[in-house]
């Protein structure tokens, strides 16, 4: 089965946005550092999975970066990368996809994640899950998170969407790596261990 990997910007009380979905958090640390970082870690998969809000966000966000002409290098580097990238977003109302090299994944998202996992030709390394708040966390209650990569931001938000709230199995995780950046952001890598009975 090919794993799947959620890769999310938190906050250090748990949330993943504020209460209005606001990232100015997330933006004001992230720095070219761990923009390659991520770029390594998209390599090392063959499909990114989206939930349908921030598959829209990023569509208009990144396709956008390739025609700016202010764009950094790395910005362009990394747009370019992630545009030509098989994506796939989990949606059960979007009907045409709005971004190159996309599919649209509909039904029920137990049903939807056994065929991902699948290997098929091709397509045998891992899923990579990036942002995608509402999706995650249905993905963690469902049990089928193999490895978080969580991007920890110095900062205390005191309200917002909190990452960890469906009641779900206990699960234990081991450590990894772990990685600080210059702006003060630690990338944590949890394996998640069997699910205990």
């Known amino acids: 089965m090919r794993k799947v990997i959620v890769s999310m910007n938190i906050t250090l009380d748990g949330y993943y946005s504020g209460l209005n979905c606001e990232l100015d958090w997330h933006f004001e640390r992230w720095s070219r550092g761990m923009g390659a970082r991520l770029q390594q870690e998209l390599m090392q998969h063959d499909s990114v999975l989206l939930g349908r809000k921030t598959y829209q966000a990023m569509a208009r966000y990144w396709t956008a970066k390739q025609s700016d002409p202010f764009c950094s290098r790395e910005d362009f580097a990394f747009a370019a990368m992630l545009n030509g ?40 390394k891992g899923i990579l899950v990036l942002g995608s708040g509402q999706l995650v ?9 193999d490895e978080y990569q969580l991007w920890m931001h ?13 009641p779900h199995t206990k699960r234990p995780l081991e450590l990894v790596q772990s990685e600080v950046f210059s702006s003060g952001v630690v990338l944590l890598r949890y394996q998640a261990q069997p699910l205990e009975k």
């Open 85 to 124: 990238f098989p994506k796939a977003v989990f949606s059960n109302t979007l009907t045409e996809p709005e971004w190159r090299n996309s599919t649209i994944l509909p039904g029920r998202l137990k049903t939807v994640m056994n065929r991902l996992r699948k290997p098929v030709s091709g397509l045998h």
């Open 137 to 145: 966390t249905e993905l963690i209650r469902l049990g089928l998170v």
């Open 154 to 166: 110095p900062i205390l938000l005191g309200k917002g969407k909190p990452l960890f709230t469906a």
